[in-house]
């Protein structure tokens, strides 16, 4: 039976994101946070292979106690088993140090659960958007790793091989990769199911594993947190609104006629001379 990992991580809602003008710091306080739009769509994917051929799905996330509520969400659409990698010594990781906490905790589910043949992720976060999370897990597991598929075309699990489309910016790729295999999922990739209400009922009552530093035998501290993150955001900022300038067209003399008329006058006075044909 095949295993599969997908990664998700809890983020702030980007429509309610705002911006602290004296910090250039985000505004966390009072912000609805959510799962990751693209982890989503990993998740999805998985648990279509899971009804396709039978599958354990197992989700892994990295982030504070409250993230425990995003693994729920992941139980109750169809996810086996949610495992939360919560301690304050991972707080302020960068992508690189989140990579390196993430390939550990892969590592660790196969020595709990058995060999992992896919892990997911989604192409990017909403928070980072920096899409190097998935790739630096890829690297450190030494897995090959398909980025931005848009659609698995094919899975042979005798032979080990699956076959996806991979979407990039002047077309699609059609690739074929030997199991096991790490693919990033953008938005095209499928429609992330609603919870079934038995998955509501179990997500309910479903507690997720927690691992904090203590579990892991092997790791490094000075590869975690802000120790391990070599990243500096120098400056944040909100970009300035621009004014557009608009012309209200009167109602008195008639949609038709106005709109006649301002076309003359664009064209006789302003177009022209912007165009260079004045």
């Known amino acids: 039976m095949l295993h599969i990992v997908v990664c998700v991580k809890q983020v702030p809602d980007s429509r309610e994101i705002r911006i602290d003008p004296k910090t ?25 292979l899971k009804d396709r051929f039978g599958a354990r799905v197992t989700v892994v996330s990295m982030g504070p106690p409250s993230a425990d509520k995003a693994l729920k969400q992941c139980v109750s659409m169809g996810a086996d088993e949610g495992v ?7 707080a302020g990781a960068d992508t690189l140090a989140t990579s390196y906490v993430i390939a550990l905790t892969v590592q660790k589910v196969e020595e709990v659960w058995g060999p992992v043949d896919m892990v997911f992720c989604g192409k990017q976060t909403l928070d980072g958007d920096t899409g190097q999370v998935g790739p630096g897990v890829a690297c450190r597991l030494d897995l090959e790793q398909l980025t931005y598929v848009e659609k698995i075309e094919q899975l042979d699990e005798k032979r080990r091989e699956i076959v996806v ?5 002047d077309g699609i790729e059609r690739v074929k990769a ?20 038995p998955g509501v009922l179990r ?12 579990d892991f035998a092997n790791l490094d501290r000075a590869q975690i947190g802000l120790k391990g993150s070599p990243t500096i955001v120098g400056k944040t900022w909100v970009p300035e609104q621009k004014k557009i300038d608009t012309q209200m067209i009167g109602l008195d003399k008639g949609i038709e006629s106005a709109a006649t008329d301002l076309i003359g006058q664009l064209f006789s006075t302003e177009l022209p001379a912007k165009l260079g044909w004045a």
């Open 24 to 48: 250039n710091t985000l505004i966390r306080q009072g912000v609805p946070a959510i799962v990751n739009y693209f982890d989503l769509n990993g998740l999805e994917e998985a648990l279509s």
């Open 84 to 90: 939360l990698v919560s301690d304050r010594a991972f």
């Open 165 to 169: 489309h991979r979407h990039l910016e």
């Open 178 to 197: 030997k199991l096991p295999v790490l693919m990033t999922a953008v938005a095209e990739l499928n429609k992330p199911r609603r919870a079934s209400l």
């Open 203 to 214: 997500a309910a009552e479903y507690k997720p594993i927690v691992w904090t530093t203590n």
